[in-house]
């Protein structure tokens, strides 16, 4: 069972292609153009890829079993057979897999919600008290048969059994998933001996929960788990990783079994490198030592890295350099950044590090720590002096932008009581009950997508780009009136990305070309790097949006994002406080709003779906958390006339632990996610005394299933028994960028005809 220690490695890596091929094959399977073996043989490419790149680098242990067609947690879930039961009837395994995914006609999918306080989404098990487990082996097994063949050093990687339950949600009844993790120990103990059998030394077990504030209470179970577990006698050896924080009383608890190896998050909370070094229970262990941040983009401090692996010499047998999380969550690398920096970001990649760059990093710091500094001089040489430029470079400081920043907070401006606000608007906007709108994004066409890559290539100019983007928004607007909807959106067609888009228009932000990360499935974004300090040089939407007023009677909304999106969806600075930076965005933003508001405009949307996004693992952080982040909002939006009506909209997360939160944001509209939780979110709301207008959203965009107009019907029954009319909006859960234009159009045909068929019962 004991396996050679390794010295240097990572904990997982991009999975979606340097260039999004695997997006690309997956999209291609599913629309019939890309066949199933083509889908595998590009899926095969890839691995063996970045496989080759990594021994390449110069890692002793190489993670496997990190490749998905869509997400881990959906990976665990058909390895156990958790799958849900409504897809059982679908005969092949890929086809079946997709389906719990996305969904199809007939299926509804697995509800999607956020993989802890990362903007990576993952799909969530559904355990009922019928589900019963079993071993499907065959993924991992097979990475690992090829991985071994490519002579890889091949580490196989498995979601560990407390965390796949902590991360399901219990249906139809059932109780805690976690009370089932007894049925799933002979299972891990079957696959521990079966790649035991097919070669594979090594294994690790991600045990993310264990951060959590639910892992605080998980240690007496750790240790009985993985007591059983290593105490199996036919297995690799075993490597647990913790990661996104500081394991606590499970370090000790895993200590004290048989494993062989622990990985820790060094760079999340810095004092996990004071609580690992008194570990005991960590003397006959091999520790991995997370000092790379798996998380951002900023080259690492290879001397405070170095000086941590040195504090930490003598606290375990053998000691690792490793990322502190998987690089799964930043792009592959900076080097595939080859157009000119754009102006006022300048000699900014030079302080980066993506995928590429971090694991040369722990190349570089595992040598220095068992060769000796001097092994690695040149390097650390370069390190410094990146270092020193960036920290002396004055685009980190702008003075006059915190100085407008304090004026403001010294007046305590903000705006009348959300129930005054209501009677002005209602009184302005002369909207039905129950108005209809949607979130904002309209389907991306291949048009808009053309007309994106000709301005990029120079083929066409600006004056063109902006006719062309004009000609769509004409025709969304015709296509919202023409289906009746009340409340319109531009579409949002001149916009790559809701986050991009501002920060290629703010100072202190640099967008990327290629710095592709995966968000969920085959959906991909560009996260923006905040480099300094914020500034907004002139209106970044207003001619936009009220192109789109011109067109029409109807109120169309101003489209912003919010500060703490901006910031969640961004790779943010690390060096001074996040409420710092949250308040520069919602300067740039609140300039905004009051353009919008003096150019005619009087609804505003300002986005916040990463609100619980970035709320703390640890209960005793959340309330500061809290109350800046709903501070920035109100900042953002507190700049205009009682009388224009503030909208917000939250996604695709499990919101009971900002409930209080939404209701500070004191928005006169929030738009909310509630088709997949089938409209739980309500309830949530009115206890925590939300008196403020809501849509919660009545279909779910992220499958390509259209709703029924009784479907539709149903949902609005359901929110009526929760929300007076006269507080509810009718909109679908998010935007609908990612949709195909016919079945958006059938779909919000059939919103719109149900809320007109509930409005006239009322």
């Keep these: 069972m004991t396996a050679p220690n390794f010295s240097r ?7 979606i292609g340097p260039r999004r091929e695997l997006k690309r094959a997956i999209e291609g399977y599913w629309k019939g153009a890309v066949d199933r073996a083509g889908l595998e043989a590009t899926a095969a490419a890839l691995r063996r890829e970045e496989w080759a790149r990594l021994v390449g680098a110069g890692l002793d242990s190489v993670p496997t079993n990190t490749f998905s067609y869509y997400d881990q947690i959906l990976d665990t879930a058909a390895m156990l057979g958790a799958l849900p039961p409504r897809v059982a009837e679908i005969a092949d395994p890929v086809d079946r897999y997709f389906a719990a995914a996305r969904g199809t006609a007939t299926v509804t999918p697995l509800e999607m919600t956020k993989w802890f306080d990362t903007n990576y989404h993952y799909l969530v098990p559904e355990i009922s008290a019928a589900t019963s487990f079993a071993l499907h082996p065959e993924k991992v097994l097979g990475d690992l048969d090829e991985a071994l063949a490519q002579g890889v050093p091949a580490r196989p990687v498995v979601v560990g059994p407390l965390t796949f339950l902590a991360l399901s949600k219990a249906v139809d009844g059932a109780g805690d998933p976690l009370a089932r993790v ?15 059998n097919r070669g594979a030394q090594w294994v690790q077990l991600d045990e993310p929960v264990l951060v959590t504030e639910a892992g605080l209470g998980l240690a007496e179970e750790v240790a009985r788990v993985y007591g059983d577990l ?11 990783a913790t990661y996104f924080g500081s394991p606590g009383p499970s370090l000790e608890a895993l200590g004290s079994t048989r494993i062989e190896a622990v990985a820790v998050d060094l760079v999340t909370d810095p004092a996990a490198v004071d609580a690992v070094a008194a570990a005991p229970a960590l003397q006959d262990k091999l520790l991995l030592a997370g000092v790379v941040d798996g998380r951002n983009v900023w080259r690492t401090d290879l001397e405070k890295a170095l000086a941590t692996l040195g504090t930490l010499s003598g606290s375990a047998a053998a000691l690792a350099v490793s990322t502190s999380c998987s690089l799964l969550h930043v792009p592959y690398a900076v080097s595939a950044e080859t157009a000119p920096e754009p102006t006022g970001a300048e000699g900014v990649r030079a302080w980066l590090a993506f995928a590429e760059e971090k694991v040369a990093e722990v190349v570089v710091l595992s040598r220095a720590f068992t060769e000796g500094r ?5 390097e650390f040489g370069r390190s410094a002096a990146v270092r020193a430029a960036r920290e002396g470079d004055p685009r980190l400081h702008d003075d006059a932008v915190r100085d407008r920043l304090r ?18 608007q209602r009184e302005r906007l002369g909207l039905p009950p129950l108005p209809t709108t949607t979130i904002g994004s309209y389907p991306q066409t291949g048009a808009i997508r053309v007309a994106r890559a000709d301005l990029r290539a120079g083929r066409i100019d600006e004056a063109e780009y902006v006719r062309r983007m004009r000609a769509e928004i004409a025709d969304v607007v015709k296509l919202q009136e023409d289906l009746g909807i009340d409340v319109l959106v531009h579409g949002e067609p001149e916009r790559n990305d809701m986050v991009q888009y501002f920060a290629e228009r703010l100072g202190g932000f640099l967008a990327t070309d290629n710095g592709w990360v995966q968000s969920y499935g085959t959906r991909c974004v560009r996260p923006p790097i905040l480099f300094g300090d914020v500034r907004r040089a002139e209106p970044m939407t207003v001619s936009w949006i009220t192109y789109a007023q011109n067109l029409t009677d109807r109120p169309v909304k101003g489209m912003l994002t919010g500060p703490v999106t901006i910031l969640a969806w961004s790779f943010v600075r690390d060096d001074q406080p996040l409420a710092d930076s949250a308040d520069q965005v919602a300067l740039a933003i609140r300039d905004e709003t009051v353009d919008l508001e003096e150019a005619g405009v009087r609804i505003i949307q300002v986005d916040e779906p990463a609100l619980r996004e970035l709320l703390p693992l640890l209960a005793a952080d959340r309330p500061a958390y809290l109350d800046w982040a709903t501070a920035s909002f109100r900042l953002s939006t507190s700049g205009v006339d009682d009388d224009t009506q503030i909208h917000t909209h939250l996604c695709y997360s499990e919101f009971g632990d900002v409930i209080g939160a939404i209701a500070d944001l004191d928005a006169d509209v929030t738009s909310i996610e509630a088709a997949r939780s089938r409209m739980e979110i309500l309830g949530d709301l009115n206890r925590a005394g939300f008196a403020n ?13 259209v709703p029924t107009q009784d479907e539709v019907e149903a949902s609005l029954r359901a929110a009526l028994g929760a929300v007076p009319a006269d507080r509810l909006w009718v909109n679908p859960d998010c935007g609908l960028k990612t949709r195909g234009t016919e079945e958006t159009v059938a779909a919000l045909r059939n919103m719109v005809a149900a809320a007109e068929a509930v409005r006239a019962s009322l």
């Design 230 to 240: 290593s105490a199996a006698a036919n297995r690799p050896s075993i490597l647990v």
């Design 182 to 196: 007894d049925e799933l120990l002979p299972l891990y103990r079957e696959l521990l001996g079966r790649l035991a």
């Design 407 to 424: 004026d403001i907070r010294a007046t305590g401006s903000g705006r009348a009581a959300a129930g005054e606000r209501a009677v002005v």
């Design 9 to 15: 490695t990572v904990l997982g890596v991009p999975r």
């Design 693 to 705: 207008q809501v849509g919660p959203g009545v279909y779910d965009i992220h499958s390509p299933r």
């Design 374 to 378: 001097p092994a690695v001089s040149a």
